[in-house]
């Protein structure tokens, strides 16, 4: 093919992820075409960490390649598309950090302001400034994420400055988080027998439920998988069965205390023959590390709870060693370099020669 003709067709082989979907989602011809190149994220076999713990099929989805570095990204194109159908002209959220990078940038793509209401000194870095930097307005109040909620969604209701709230309680937000089952189906052939899932808001895990659902409805996959859902123990609420006013975790991205979506994680839960336990920050960091260190992984902290509770089990021998077991990892590792930043030792320095370099490693 010469250069002109590969140019005039470039971009028309892959879909955007809507298209690909489009039967599973609610999309009409008036909905806008939104996109930043979302979805389409890698499942990557855990070789190293599967064999230290016995299991032969374990992976990682690895949603920190959407394009803001989180998964948020799925269901915040279907919101904002469906926000510029009503014609909408802002949108508003709380958020622990990876819903407003990505409001914030599906805003700007599509022309609206938006405005981003968030814990004060509870975002990490990376979160904080892809917000700032594509132009959203960022107010930070003294108090945690479940009152910034409470908060945006007052605003939402109100007449007085018309705002789409697009939130995990905006049910557009589910419906594109969802397509992430319909890939791990399609990438596997199948559906997992196990997908192990950090609970924040819980809207995630309630999502992937319902794709896997949807595709099981639609005939396209035999079985369904147990829905596994990790919390942080400083944040806690489903695990403890009642809301946490002060939740506290390394995990900043799931340190929420009356999840938004708490009834429907209760309800993939169950209706999967799953669970939702809580691990610690020590081994949500040891998980992190390994993911790192041993697969070449790097996700932020929050991330890792879903491999630290799948570690937990399988040590606890609560696991069929042949299960193909998929563990989503939520977020970039770049969204939080402060914690990276901690876990590392100081850089090497040494005089410029190979000699100088080699001593210093102890060649």
């Not at 992190?288 to 399988?314: I, M």
Request: with cysteine; proline share 5%.
């Amino acid at each position: 093919m010469n250069p002109a003709a590969a140019a005039s067709t470039a971009g028309r082989n892959r879909s955007r992820l809507i298209e690909r979907y489009r039967a599973f989602l609610p999309i009409t011809d008036a909905t806008p075409a939104l996109s930043l190149g979302e979805g389409f994220t890698p499942l990557v076999r855990l070789d190293r960490i599967g064999a230290a713990l016995g299991l032969a099929n374990l992976y990682a989805k690895v949603e920190g390649q959407n394009p803001t570095g989180s998964f948020k990204d799925r269901g915040m194109v279907v919101a904002v598309s469906k926000a510029l159908e009503a014609g909408a002209r802002a949108l508003i959220c709380a958020s622990t950090g990876n819903t407003s990078a990505s409001a914030a940038a599906y805003g700007a793509a599509a022309g609206l302001e938006v405005v981003v209401v968030l814990p004060r000194g509870q975002i990490a870095a990376g979160k904080l400034l892809q917000a700032q930097v594509t132009g959203a307005r960022v107010v930070a109040i003294e108090g945690n994420f479940d009152q910034a909620l409470r908060v945006v969604r007052e605003l939402a209701e109100s007449a007085s400055h018309p705002i789409t709230l697009v939130n995990s309680v905006n049910p557009f937000r589910l419906e594109g988080q969802k397509t992430a089952a319909f890939e791990l189906c399609d990438d596997l052939g199948r559906a997992p027998d196990v997908l192990a899932i950090p609970v924040g808001n819980a809207g995630n895990i309630s999502a992937y439920w319902a794709g896997f659902g949807a595709y099981h409805a639609a005939g396209l996959v035999e079985g369904l998988p147990r829905m596994f859902g990790f919390q942080a123990a400083g944040a806690a609420p489903i695990v403890l069965d009642r809301r946490v006013e002060d939740p506290e975790t390394i995990a900043t991205a799931i340190r929420i205390g009356d999840p938004a979506s708490w009834k429907k994680a209760v309800s993939a839960r169950d209706e999967s023959g799953g669970l939702i336990e809580a691990v610690t920050d020590d081994q949500i960091l040891a998980a992190w590390r390994a993911l790192a260190r041993q697969e070449g992984l790097f996700c932020e902290p929050s991330s890792a709870a879903s491999l630290a509770g799948v570690q937990r089990l399988a040590v606890e021998n609560r696991l069929e060693r042949d299960a193909t077991i998929v563990c989503v990892l939520t977020g970039s590792g770049l969204k939080d370099p402060k914690t990276a930043e901690a876990s590392v030792g100081g850089l090497l320095v040494a005089d410029p020669t190979a000699g100088a370099v080699a001593a210093t490693l102890g060649w």
